[in-house]
């Protein structure tokens, strides 16, 4: 069945960069109509969208926050990668990887089905 | 810029029914979804595609569209349906809206 798993570092100073990976199974990154997303969720706040890659490798970030990330994969390890880069405190909070659906005439996005347990990232100094 | 309103919270008593807003603020209110996360928990998915439930998803959960108000409503309130709700609309694949979130409280 499909399964997502994120890891990564728990506390990270500001102005830093951090790096969380998501390890999959039971699915292809390479499967059409298929990509792995980005959710972040700040303490007692609501879902913030980051981005994803989908199927052929093309990453698609929320346009708010591009500069600062970067979603890449590698599809022999069944990996997909997350990278912040001049972290702040906002950047806080509990970092998903998600399995998603993507529709593909237009390409749009249709649902986040299956969601990994969540990594919770401190930013202190 | 585009927005999803929720109200913040919405209670019921067991066995009746209640109704979760989602009104779009901008654009158009398209292919919207629904997540359910209960305390301590990862989001789960229970409607994509407006009205669709994915396998395992109870018939309890209905949910519509009508202009720029999507509804989630939830049937023969149970206790287990204590959580947040937040409903999803995508803006092509670079940016999915997310409503601020409701908190459903079983009374």
């Known amino acids: ?125 | 810029q585009p927005a999803l309103t929720q109200p913040a919270s919405v209670s019921g008593s067991p066995g009746h029914s209640i109704t979760i807003s989602c009104s779009r603020v901008g654009g158009t209110f398209n292919l919207v979804s629904w997540y359910q996360q209960r305390p301590s928990g990862a989001p789960r998915l229970i409607i994509f595609q407006d009205n669709l439930r994915p396998s395992g998803i109870s018939h309890r959960f209905a949910a519509s569209t009508f202009g720029n108000t999507a509804s989630l409503t939830i049937s023969g309130l149970q206790a287990e349906d204590e959580a947040d709700y937040y409903c999803a609309s995508p803006i092509g694949l670079s940016d999915l809206l997310f409503g601020g979130g409701t908190k459903v409280t079983v009374l």
Do not use: M
């Open chain 1, 1 to 125: 069945q499909i399964s997502l798993k994120e890891s990564g570092p728990s506390l990270v100073r500001p102005t830093q960069s951090f790096t969380l990976t998501c390890t999959i199974s039971g699915f292809s990154l390479n499967t059409f109509g298929v990509g792995v997303a980005w959710v972040r969720q700040p303490p007692g706040a609501a879902l913030e969208w980051l981005g994803l890659i989908d199927w052929s490798g093309d990453g698609h970030l929320s346009r708010s926050l591009d500069d600062r990330l970067t979603v890449t994969r590698d599809t022999s390890r069944n990996l997909v990668v997350l990278t912040v880069t001049n972290v702040d405190f906002e950047d806080r909070g509990i970092y998903f990887c998600v399995h998603a659906d993507i529709g593909y005439a237009p390409k749009v996005l249709h649902s986040l089905d299956f969601w990994g347990q969540g990594t919770l990232v401190s930013v202190s100094s």
